[in-house]
Structure formats: structure tokens, C-alpha cells
């Protein structure tokens, strides 16, 4: 791998260059006024401004089940200085993505630079980084304005994930109040964000802050082991926060739409999530045939069809071949997998919600990072290790892949144009019988 992505100056310019070679045409994007924008974005919030009533309405209502506001402030603050003006949107949207693969680049160096020797740390980081920057799963979550919410909470998330590890680094309860501000911020963004208290347990594991090793040892100036009671008692507001956050949400959630989406018995919500997992999976290793939406088999209150039971069966072997890592404590897959489930836990269907896809490219924005995180820990040295070897050609089929994630998210970007560059590739799929079952929801 080439010294200079190991320098700290160069690193950050890189990434937003890849960024922005890959996300620029969004700019030139138009709204999705039939679909979400025209409610989400261009709705009365919006128009009414900084007004004191208005104000109050954004932080007390929820809108169409929806409860974002931070985002909707932003909004309100893109429609006073420009109006209805989509580049302005999108560009909000672009700088969010710029300034969250640095942060992912901050995030895993701080996280694992006690783990390996500097170069190899920021190696790592600079890979895991590039690939979140780049990937076409990311694509929904800048492209699409609605889906600002994604990259805005994950903003929060990382500086608060951030101010945790410092926090445990100088034991500072300055970082720690910090932390707990970011995290409401965060859930001011997207609802999505009440799972964030399940990735500091993971923090304090990988950092060897538990009873409970991980791993090899941290190098010996870095962090003191705390007792179960302590950690418990030090998470209890956070996970408070998340509950109260989260039954508050549920159950300000339009009745009409739980009923109709959420119809699905438990059973099969168990096979739609083994079907989620395999399908984010696949397509974070290799994505093709990205959609922007991705329709339930069936209708509630229908049979599952049989094909779909395939993917309990490959759940299994994978949670099999998962415990057998465990055993070998081979601890950056358990955390970059925990990561991830974490941060989906409530996209994969075993909670009942108001949702009408059975994926969403959007959900994966920042649980991606922990899979990315795999990728880059083990890739990395592999690749260190062959360019010492001379075998420097292996860099070649690296390269290509890496320009297919930015070629395919680069060229994705103009599917969401507008409304009908939108549906243009989904009109295939109109005719078949899974369509005919959705075709009231399209």
C-alpha cells in the first residue's frame, strides 16, 4: 500500500475527494415529489419558519409518524436563505456524507490505535473510511433528500461515539455529559438512533475496559478496567434515555400504517430477517441490482413462499460459523459484527414497525462501518504482507473493485434524478405477480 495514505494530512483530503468525485452529480438532482420529499421536506414546518409556535410544534409533534427535529430545523433554515431550492438540499447532503467518512476515519484510528503500530492503525482506518465513502448502498442516503435524516443522526453518532472513547481515555465526565448531549442529538435527527447506547458495552469490551478480556492486550498507558457495577450504573441514563425515546416514538406511530405493515406474524418476520441479513450482506461484499424500494413477498395475512425459507438455513450456518469465531476470540469480526446487528436491530423485522420494504439501501449507512471495519483489519496487512513479498500485482484486482463501488454509486446517483428516472428501472418488475400484490403501494 502506498506511504502516503499513511500520513495523517493527506488521508482526510482523499476521502473527501472521493466523496465528492463519486456524490457530485447530486447537486443536480431535482425533488422526489412523489415520494417522500413532498411531504417530508416541502410540508407547512418548512414554510412557517422560526416562529416560537412553529418551533414548538417541530420538537412536541410527531408528522406523519415522523419525529426529526433537528433535521426539520435544517429545513426550515435551507428554505428561508434559498427557498425550494433542490441543489442547496442536496448539498446539505453531500457536505453531511464529506464530514461522516472523516469521521469514520477518526473514529476506527482513535478506536484501535492502541491495538497495532501506527502506520498498520491508520492503514485500517483510512480503508474502512474509503469504503463507506464510496459504496453504493450509500447512494439512497445521499441522493435521495428525505433520507437526510440518515446521514444528519449518523453525524451525531459518530462525534458521540467519539466523545465516549475520550471520555474513557481521560475519564472525564466533560466528555461524558458531551457524549450524552450528542446522543439526544442524534435521536433528534432519526429514531433510528435509541440503539446507540448497545454499541458503548461493545466499546468498553474492545477497549479492554470489562472484567471480560478481549483480544490481546492494549498497550499499558491506555484503559483502566471497571467492575460490572460500575459500567452498569455509567450506561444507566443512556439506556433510560433509549427507552423512554423508544416507547415514546412507538407509540406516537400512525395506527393505520403499524396495522397495515406491521400484519405480519412473528414467524414470518423471523424469515424476513434472516432474508435482510443475507440480502445487506450480499450486497455490501458485491452490490448489484441496487432498488429504492425492495417490496414484502406477499401481502400480510398470505403464505410465504417457499424459496424464502432457504435463508433461516443460512442464517444458521453463518450464527455457527460466528460462535466458532468467538471461540478463537478473534474480536475485530465480533465487534464489526455486533456493530452492525446492533445498529440494526430494529430494521431487521423482529420488532414489528411501520415500514412497507423489506430492505432499505439506507438502513446500512452506518451500520455498514462495522463490516467495512472487517474488511479494512484484515485486508490491510494481508496487502502489506504481499507488497513485501513483491507480489505488488495483487493491488490490481483491489483497484478494480474499488472502482466498481465508485463507478456503480457515481452512475446510481442519476437513477434518483427524479421521479421518473426513479421508477424507469423498477418498471420491469410492474408485471410480475410480486408487483401485482404491491402495485396499491407504488
Same mark, same amino acid.
Given at each position: 500500500?502506498?506511504?502516503?495514505? &499513511?500520513? +495523517? %494530512?493527506?488521508?482526510?483530503?482523499?476521502?473527501?475527494?472521493?466523496?465528492?468525485?463519486?456524490?457530485?452529480?447530486?447537486?443536480?438532482? +431535482?425533488?422526489?415529489?412523489?415520494?417522500?420529499?413532498?411531504?417530508? /421536506?416541502?410540508?407547512?414546518?418548512?414554510?412557517?419558519?422560526?416562529?416560537?409556535?412553529?418551533?414548538?410544534?417541530?420538537?412536541?409533534?410527531?408528522?406523519?409518524?415522523?419525529?426529526?427535529?433537528?433535521?426539520?430545523?435544517?429545513?426550515?433554515? $435551507?428554505?428561508?436563505?434559498?427557498?425550494?431550492?433542490?441543489? /442547496?438540499?442536496?448539498?446539505?447532503?453531500?457536505?453531511?456524507?464529506?464530514?461522516?467518512?472523516?469521521? /469514520?476515519?477518526?473514529?476506527?484510528?482513535?478506536?484501535? =490505535?492502541?491495538?497495532?503500530?501506527?502506520?498498520?492503525?491508520?492503514?485500517?482506518?483510512?480503508?474502512?473510511?474509503?469504503?463507506?465513502?464510496?459504496?453504493?448502498?450509500?447512494?439512497?442516503?445521499?441522493?435521495? $433528500?428525505?433520507?437526510?435524516?440518515?446521514?444528519?443522526?449518523?453525524?451525531?453518532?459518530?462525534?458521540?461515539?467519539?466523545?465516549?472513547?475520550?471520555?474513557?481515555?481521560?475519564?472525564?465526565? %466533560?466528555?461524558?455529559?458531551?457524549?450524552?448531549?450528542?446522543?439526544?442529538? &442524534?435521536?433528534?435527527?432519526?429514531?433510528?438512533?435509541?440503539?446507540?447506547?448497545?454499541?458503548?458495552?461493545? $466499546?468498553?469490551?474492545?477497549?479492554?475496559?470489562?472484567?471480560?478480556?478481549?483480544?490481546?492486550?492494549?498497550?499499558?498507558?491506555?484503559?483502566?478496567?471497571?467492575?460490572?457495577?460500575?459500567?452498569?450504573?455509567?450506561?444507566?441514563?443512556?439506556?433510560?434515555?433509549?427507552?423512554?425515546?423508544?416507547?415514546?416514538?412507538? !407509540?406516537?406511530?400512525?395506527?393505520?400504517?403499524?396495522?397495515?405493515?406491521?400484519?405480519?406474524?412473528?414467524?414470518?418476520?423471523?424469515?424476513?430477517?434472516?432474508?435482510?441479513?443475507? %440480502?445487506?450482506?450480499?450486497?455490501?461484499?458485491?452490490?448489484?441490482?441496487?432498488?429504492?424500494?425492495?417490496?414484502?413477498?406477499? @401481502?400480510?395475512?398470505?403464505?410465504?413462499?417457499?424459496?424464502?425459507?432457504?435463508?433461516?438455513?443460512?442464517?444458521?450456518?453463518?450464527?455457527?460459523?460466528?460462535?466458532?469465531?468467538?471461540?478463537?476470540?478473534?474480536?475485530?469480526?465480533?465487534? %464489526?459484527?455486533?456493530?452492525?446487528?446492533?445498529?440494526?436491530?430494529?430494521?431487521?423485522?423482529?420488532?414489528?414497525?411501520?415500514?412497507?420494504?423489506?430492505?432499505?439501501?439506507?438502513?446500512?449507512?452506518?451500520?455498514?462501518?462495522?463490516?467495512?471495519?472487517?474488511? @479494512?483489519?484484515?485486508?490491510?496487512?494481508?496487502?502489506?504482507?504481499?507488497? !513485501?513479498?513483491?507480489?505488488?500485482?495483487?493491488?490490481?484486482?483491489?483497484?478494480?473493485?474499488?472502482?466498481?463501488?465508485?463507478?456503480?454509486?457515481?452512475?446510481?446517483?442519476? /437513477?434518483?434524478?427524479?421521479?421518473?428516472?426513479?421508477?424507469?428501472?423498477?418498471? =420491469?418488475?410492474?408485471?410480475?405477480?410480486?408487483?401485482?400484490?404491491?402495485?396499491?403501494?407504488?
Amino acid at each position: 500500500m502506498p506511504k502516503k495514505l &499513511s500520513l +495523517d %494530512g493527506l488521508s482526510y483530503p482523499l476521502i473527501c475527494l472521493a466523496c465528492l468525485l463519486v456524490f457530485a452529480p447530486v447537486v443536480f438532482l +431535482d425533488f422526489q415529489r412523489g415520494w417522500d420529499d413532498g411531504w417530508m /421536506v416541502m410540508n407547512h414546518y418548512t414554510v412557517m419558519g422560526f416562529t416560537w409556535d412553529n418551533l414548538r410544534a417541530v420538537f412536541t409533534e410527531f408528522y406523519s409518524a415522523q419525529y426529526s427535529p433537528v433535521n426539520e430545523i435544517i429545513y426550515m433554515a $435551507i428554505y428561508a436563505a434559498f427557498g425550494y431550492n433542490p441543489a /442547496v438540499y442536496h448539498l446539505y447532503l453531500l457536505v453531511f456524507h464529506v464530514v461522516n467518512a472523516c469521521l /469514520v476515519l477518526l473514529f476506527i484510528q482513535r478506536f484501535i =490505535e492502541n491495538r497495532i503500530d501506527k502506520l498498520t492503525a491508520r492503514r485500517v482506518a483510512f480503508v474502512t473510511a474509503l469504503l463507506f465513502a464510496i459504496h453504493p448502498l450509500q447512494v439512497e442516503s445521499i441522493a435521495w $433528500i428525505a433520507a437526510s435524516k440518515i446521514p444528519l443522526y449518523t453525524f451525531f453518532a459518530l462525534l458521540f461515539l467519539l466523545s465516549y472513547i475520550r471520555y474513557i481515555h481521560t475519564e472525564k465526565t %466533560g466528555f461524558y455529559f458531551v457524549a450524552f448531549l450528542l446522543f439526544a442529538c &442524534s435521536f433528534g435527527s432519526k429514531e433510528q438512533s435509541v440503539v446507540l447506547p448497545l454499541l458503548l458495552p461493545l $466499546i468498553d469490551w474492545a477497549l479492554n475496559r470489562t472484567p471480560l478480556a478481549c483480544g490481546e492486550k492494549t498497550s499499558e498507558n491506555s484503559i483502566k478496567k471497571k467492575s460490572w457495577g460500575y459500567l452498569l450504573l455509567e450506561k444507566a441514563p443512556f439506556f433510560l434515555f433509549a427507552l423512554f425515546a423508544g416507547l415514546y416514538t412507538y !407509540a406516537n406511530q400512525s395506527a393505520s400504517v403499524i396495522d397495515r405493515w406491521a400484519g405480519y406474524p412473528f414467524d414470518q418476520r423471523l424469515v424476513f430477517c434472516c432474508y435482510s441479513l443475507a %440480502g445487506y450482506f450480499g450486497k455490501l461484499v458485491f452490490p448489484v441490482n441496487l432498488l429504492y424500494l425492495y417490496p414484502f413477498p406477499m @401481502a400480510p395475512g398470505k403464505e410465504l413462499p417457499a424459496g424464502f425459507f432457504v435463508y433461516p438455513v443460512i442464517t444458521i450456518v453463518a450464527a455457527i460459523v460466528l460462535i466458532k469465531i468467538i471461540r478463537r476470540k478473534d474480536w475485530p469480526v465480533i465487534f %464489526g459484527i455486533l456493530f452492525f446487528l446492533a445498529n440494526m436491530v430494529l430494521m431487521l423485522h423482529l420488532v414489528a414497525m411501520s415500514r412497507f420494504s423489506i430492505m432499505a439501501d439506507r438502513y446500512v449507512y452506518l451500520p455498514s462501518v462495522g463490516i467495512f471495519f472487517i474488511a @479494512a483489519w484484515y485486508a490491510v496487512p494481508w496487502l502489506q504482507k504481499m507488497a !513485501a513479498n513483491g507480489k505488488k500485482w495483487i493491488f490490481i484486482p483491489v483497484a478494480i473493485y474499488l472502482l466498481y463501488l465508485g463507478s456503480y454509486a457515481h452512475f446510481r446517483n442519476y /437513477v434518483w434524478k427524479n421521479n421518473e428516472t426513479l421508477k424507469k428501472e423498477f418498471k =420491469e418488475l410492474i408485471d410480475t405477480d410480486l408487483m401485482k400484490q404491491n402495485r396499491h403501494d407504488l
